[in-house]
């Protein structure tokens, strides 16, 4: 179970640089998860424990997952991630032992850094506690916190969680002591747009009339994602064309093929 489940990377290559449009949220989460992991000698001195536990918040797609793993990467600690939907189980006690298992793997893999996707699956408000399986979740919740509770003794683990829906979750694993530092990771700005779309085209072979702001002005609404695939989607437009460089113009058809595979979705999600 748990070689399917959990994902350990021992060196993600993500790095800062790859990261666009966030500099706020990068100093944050340097400063919550870098800092304890790098010099926790400064924590001990002034006397305070470092955050338990940090949460990013916001809409799929903005780099939540790659500001995890950067930071791992910068402190050469191992990545392990799991999706919060995999902690849900039918079974009493499987989704604790999970988490129990979780926290052993990141201590045989210090230091680590625990990532874990889709927090809402395990830590939603309640909608109707007396069915069994809400229960269970709830367990399964309740012994992350405890293992959350006893970090201290825990070394160099650090963990960061993820969620697109804010909202849902439950104040409980808000409160001071456990998720207490939340950062948002909102879409990005026109300016962090267009840096993304330079990010992304870096090994590219981008014809001079490409301009990226021209393109961060269009692609408005686009998360890091999108762009990513606006990137990849306009090299088709080139290789199809039987060119291998990639022109403004395949951005642009790059861009409005996105947009309409998305409204599909949603259409066919209706
Ligand atoms: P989800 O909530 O769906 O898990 P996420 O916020 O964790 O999404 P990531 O997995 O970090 O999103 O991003 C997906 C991909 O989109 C990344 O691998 C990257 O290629 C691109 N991307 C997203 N945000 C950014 C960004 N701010 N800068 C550069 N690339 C980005």
């Keep these: 179970v748990r070689a399917r489940v959990m994902q350990v990377d021992h060196s993600p290559d993500v790095t800062y640089e790859d990261i666009g449009g966030l ?9 919550t998860v870098e800092m304890p992991l790098d010099r926790p000698e400064m924590f001990t001195e002034v006397g305070i424990n470092p955050p338990s536990g940090v949460l990013l918040y916001g809409p799929p797609g903005t780099g939540k ?5 950067a930071v791992a990467n910068q402190t050469n600690a191992s990545f392990i991630k799991m999706a919060g939907s995999e902690l849900v189980h039918k079974f009493i006690g499987e ?5 129990r298992d979780l926290f052993e793997v990141a201590r ?15 830590a939603s408000k309640r909608t109707d506690s007396k069915t069994s399986g809400d229960a269970e979740v709830q367990r399964t919740m309740m012994q992350l916190l405890s293992e959350m509770d006893g970090f201290d003794e825990r070394g160099d683990i650090r963990l960061i ?18 998720f207490d ?8 700005e026109a300016d962090g747009r267009e840096i993304i779309f330079q990010i992304h085209t870096r090994n590219m072979n981008v014809s001079d009339d490409v301009d990226f702001s021209e393109l961060a ?20 437009f080139a290789i199809r064309d039987d060119r291998t460089e990639v022109y403004r113009q395949d951005f642009v058809d790059a861009w409005e093929k996105i947009q309409v595979d998305a409204d599909e979705d949603v259409g066919s999600s209706l």
């Design 95 to 99: 989704g604790a032992k999970l988490v």
């Design 65 to 69: 997952t790659m500001l995890a793993k």
């Design 181 to 188: 530092r939340l950062i948002e990771v909102p879409k990005p």
């Design 217 to 236: 002005e269009l692609a408005t609404d686009a998360s890091g994602a999108d762009i990513k695939a606006v990137c990849t989607e306009a090299g088709m």
């Design 23 to 31: 500099a706020d949220q990068l100093q944050e989460v340097r400063e």
């Design 161 to 178: 969680a993820a969620t697109n829906r804010f909202d849902m979750l439950d104040p409980a694993i808000l409160r001071p002591g456990r």
């Design 108 to 122: 045989e893999n210090e230091p680590a850094v625990i990532f874990i996707d889709e927090i809402d699956a395990i």
